[in-house]
């Protein structure tokens, strides 16, 4: 059974700290890393993706990939109350979702 | 113009019965999706089809039933509704092709109770 595991949380950090979110896959094979951003009550959105190892930054935003440990991580520079939402981080073409990690932002 | 659009949001019904969501994308994607997010927000894979054929069937009862009539749409139709069937269905699209990122784009959810 190919699974991903994140910790539910909820991770708490104050504004404009960093907020790291982690993420561990089964499968050897994956190549391609998702993560979602999910409000409470909303759809799902992607945040980023990631198919490298090494590390992709987009804004606030940088995933880091590392096949050989089977770890995909999102951090979340100077965090702001608007990023208090689950993250979701999904593996593979056709995605299997951790079951999230709720970030809370307390200014 | 909603990109991928389900029906009904909500749906509030008693055990024993059936119940369908419809799911409609205009991105011209190839392969359509339900997932099924529970109260602990764990989002599941049901479904996936590609191109109307069905491609992945996970470990679903067969008291659930896709249709895909075309590429655009996937339905969904519950026979015999229980209550562990509550849940937010979503229904999402994505395209398939070497050059595309592999992003979901997800419907608004459909909320199912089950009395």
């Known amino acids: 059974q190919k699974e991903v595991e994140q910790n539910s949380g909820p991770l708490s950090v104050p504004e404009g700290a960093i907020a790291s979110l982690n993420c561990t896959y089964s499968?050897?094979?994956?190549?391609?890393f998702f993560w979602y951003r999910q409000y409470s009550g909303k759809s799902p959105e992607l945040i980023m993706f990631?198919?490298?190892?090494g590390d992709k930054e987009d804004g606030r935003f940088t995933a880091q990939l590392n096949k050989a440990s089977q770890y995909v991580s999102l951090l979340i520079r100077d965090s702001q109350p608007s990023d208090s939402a689950t993250y979701l981080c999904?593996?593979?073409?056709?995605?299997?979702f951790g079951r999230g990690t709720s970030l809370i932002v307390h200014p | 113009d909603t990109a991928v659009s389900q029906t009904p949001k909500y749906l509030v019904t008693q055990m024993g019965n059936d119940k369908s969501i419809k799911c409609e994308q205009n991105?011209?994607?190839?392969?359509m999706y339900w997932y099924k997010q529970d109260s602990k927000k764990f989002l599941k894979i049901m479904f996936s089809?590609?191109?109307?054929?069905?491609?992945i069937n996970e470990t679903v009862p067969n008291r659930f039933s896709p249709k895909s009539p075309d590429k655009a749409h996937l339905n969904l139709h519950i026979n015999s509704l229980e209550l562990g069937d509550s849940a937010v269905y979503f229904c999402?699209?994505?395209?398939?092709?070497?050059?595309?990122?592999?992003?979901?784009?997800f419907g608004e959810g459909s909320r199912l109770t089950v009395l």
């Open positions: 999402a699209s994505s395209q398939a092709s070497g050059t595309a990122t592999g992003e979901l784009f």
């Open positions: 499968d050897r094979g994956s190549q391609s």
């Open positions: 990631i198919y490298s190892n």
């Open positions: 999904a593996v593979n073409y056709i995605p299997t």
């Open positions: 991105l011209g994607h190839d392969t």
């Open positions: 089809y590609n191109n109307k054929e069905l491609i």
